[in-house]
């Protein structure tokens, strides 16, 4: 069973994601919480379970650089992007005439990143002001707006908007499931009950993203973090959104993609086919393996398609570097040549080839697709080789 972690500055905020995440994916995983206001770096045993995880949910950058200062580098991660309920929208679309007002969250970046996202869905008529706890300064406001931060708000104010926490958004969920090895859960009818609550938008953080030279590092930092590309469309085959690593794979820019039609964009792909699950394509001189899941909404209509893209070759090497490393650790390569069964001059050419580069010293690349028997074609070489004894 896969293993998620969830870092936030609050363990209630934790709950509330923990609680977005088994609505969604149910008990096929093991989720487990890690909140600055309860747990400690200082506590060996807490960096033990981090360490273990196949991937973590941080719910900001800043947490990121320190699970990372603490843990090292070479773990799962996945940034929280976060968006407004339709509740939460309709509520703060209903305010008139509002100027001057706090907006309360629980610290300076969560209140920046709530701005952002304000501002970014049109909500440019409010003069917004940070506030957060541990503040010495409380401005003179009456009115504060709040994403679930209630308790956080100071005394004197006098009318309170609670918009809900916020949620994690469309982009986010679909990273993570990625990450989870569970892209199939995609077209899962509880994903898309999820994505029906939200306001659709790629929003949140991007837009300080968009304004800041630093945070624009991060952005690629926060890119780098996911190899596996994702590419959505809509129901009209309009390409609607796609991370850098799709960019880096079908080898087009964010601007030739988005908006554009899939079918002219990306010939390659019928986002409108039934369940793709790895299946090999080639793409401007590069092969990529791909996988579509469509997306059928609650009155079982066809609402769009995600493809997962990833870099055939690079899947590969990293496949056998595993190998390879397994064998260092003592994993004894228990197939040998004559498991290779059969005579027709297919075979024969095979097991040919499996004798001439157990020979060499050199490391040797081998694809397929999955099942075709890579690994019994690594072990033959292996068992063949003056490797054999050294495991």
Request: hydrophobic residues 40%; glycine residues 6%.
């Amino acid at each position: 069973m896969k293993q998620l972690g969830i870092v936030t500055t609050s363990a209630i905020v934790g709950e509330f994601y923990k609680g977005i995440i088994h609505d969604i994916i149910g008990n096929d995983i093991k989720i487990s919480n890690f909140s600055f206001d309860t747990n400690s770096f200082d506590d060996p045993k807490s960096l033990e379970n981090l360490r273990a995880l196949d991937v973590i949910l941080i719910s900001t950058f800043s947490q990121y650089e320190i699970v990372k200062k603490h843990i090292g580098n070479i773990f799962n991660a996945v940034i929280v992007k976060l968006t407004l309920s339709k509740e939460g929208y309709e509520i703060i679309k209903s305010l008139e005439n509002v100027g001057n007002v706090m907006l309360v969250n629980l610290s300076m970046e969560m209140c920046l990143e709530t701005i952002g996202l304000l501002y970014q869905l049109g909500f440019d008529n409010f003069n917004f002001t940070p506030v957060y706890p541990g503040m010495t300064n409380i401005p003179d406001i009456d009115i504060a707006i709040t994403t679930g931060e209630r308790q956080h708000v100071p005394k004197n104010v006098k009318i309170v908007y609670d918009l809900g926490h916020r949620l994690i958004d469309e982009n986010t969920i679909i990273e993570l499931l990625v990450s989870l090895d569970m892209a199939e859960r995609l077209t899962d009818g509880s994903v898309n009950k999820y994505f029906e609550k939200l306001i659709k938008h790629n929003m949140g953080i991007e837009y300080l993203l968009s304004n800041s030279n630093i945070l624009n590092n991060q952005l690629d930092t926060l890119l780098s973090l996911m190899d596996k590309g994702v590419i959505y469309v809509d129901s009209k085959g309009t390409i609607v959104s796609c991370n850098g690593s799709a960019e880096k794979i079908v080898k087009l820019k964010h601007s030739e993609m988005i908006g554009k039609n899939s079918e002219k964009i990306l010939p390659e792909i019928n986002f409108k086919d039934d369940t793709i699950i790895n299946k090999l394509i080639k793409i401007n001189e590069n092969y990529i393996t791909l996988s579509i899941y469509k997306i059928i909404n609650n009155e079982n209509e066809y609402n769009g398609s995600y493809a997962i893209v990833e870099d055939f070759e690079y899947t590969e090497n990293v496949q056998n570097k595993v190998r390879l490393q397994m064998l260092k650790k003592g994993h004894i390569a228990k197939y040998d040549i004559h498991n290779i069964v059969g005579e027709s001059p297919e075979i024969l050419e095979v097991k040919d080839l499996i004798k001439r580069m157990a020979k060499s010293n050199y490391a040797v690349l081998i694809t397929g697709e999955t099942g075709t028997g890579k690994e019994l074609v690594a072990n033959a070489i292996h068992n063949l080789s003056n490797n054999k004894d050294k495991h």
